[in-house]
T-cell receptor
Framework: KAGVTQTPRYLIKTRGQQVTLSCSPISGHRSVSWYQQTPGQGLQFLFEYFSETQRNKGNFPGRFSGRQFSNSRSEMNVSTLELGDSALYLC???????????FGPGTRLTVT | GEDVEQSLFLSVREGDSSVINCTYT??????LYWYKQEPGAGLQLLTYIFSNMDMKQDQRLTVLLNKKDKHLSLRIADTQTGDSAIYFC???????????FGAGTTVTVRA
């Protein structure tokens, strides 16, 4: 089975721009969660989608949004980028009633 | 709320055992996890333990759980250079499936 894939792997954007990141979960998994990893704050939960519905959201501003498609692929959008948004963005895939979450390789976003 | 704490660094000689410790606070946790992150990579799920268990062994990995003290440890037997990485302890909130991570323990394996 293919693992979780994330595209692109690297992005460089300028302050004020917006960015869209993509995550394809493991085949058959319907839950996708997004996490932000920074040296200062560590790993923080952004949101979780299940069957195209956002079920939970972390403590991030409204500039961070996401969606999930009928094939379970998920996108995350950050608008009006700030320097502090520079981070590794990880998505995690979970299937059925399992509590195992499998992570993708991440997208490294650099905001200049 | 959830709060997971880990020591930040561990240096171990190749061939020795490594023990990484973690404490958590969420009494409703049902699963506790260990993830490994190598430079430039995502998180690799190493192992996990259900909170009604005391121990789980998986090849070179042994997880010990002390529920009373909310203490979790990961022992890596016969540590190899490929085990050099950051190890994250995490607990899950079963109400929302949100993982709460510790800050990570950087393990350095020296020859």
């Amino acid at each position: 089975k293919a693992g979780v894939t994330q595209t692109p792997r690297y992005l460089i954007k300028t302050r004020g721009q917006q960015v869209t990141l993509s995550c394809s979960p493991i085949s058959g998994h319907r839950s996708v969660s997004w996490y932000q990893q920074t040296p200062g704050q560590g790993l923080q939960f952004l949101f979780e989608y299940f069957s195209e519905t956002q079920r939970n959201k972390g403590n991030f501003p409204g500039r961070f949004s996401g969606r999930q498609f009928s094939n379970s692929r998920s996108e995350m959008n950050v608008s009006t980028l700030e320097l502090g948004d520079s981070a590794l963005y990880l998505c995690a895939s979970r299937g059925g009633v399992s509590y195992e979450q499998y992570f993708g390789p991440g997208t490294r976003l650099t905001v200049t | 709320g959830e709060d997971v704490e880990q020591s930040l660094f561990l240096s171990v000689r190749e061939g020795d055992s490594s023990v990484i410790n973690c404490t958590y606070t969420d009494s409703s946790s049902t699963y506790l996890y260990w993830y490994k992150q190598e430079p430039g990579a995502g998180l690799q799920l190493l192992t996990y333990i259900f909170s009604n268990m005391d121990m789980k062994q998986d090849q070179r990995l042994t997880v010990l759980l002390n529920k009373k003290d909310k203490h979790l440890s990961l022992r890596i037997a016969d540590t190899q250079t490929g085990d050099s990485a950051i190890y994250f302890c995490a607990e899950i909130n079963t109400n929302d499936y949100k993982l709460s991570f510790g800050a990570g323990t950087t393990v350095t394996v020296r020859a």
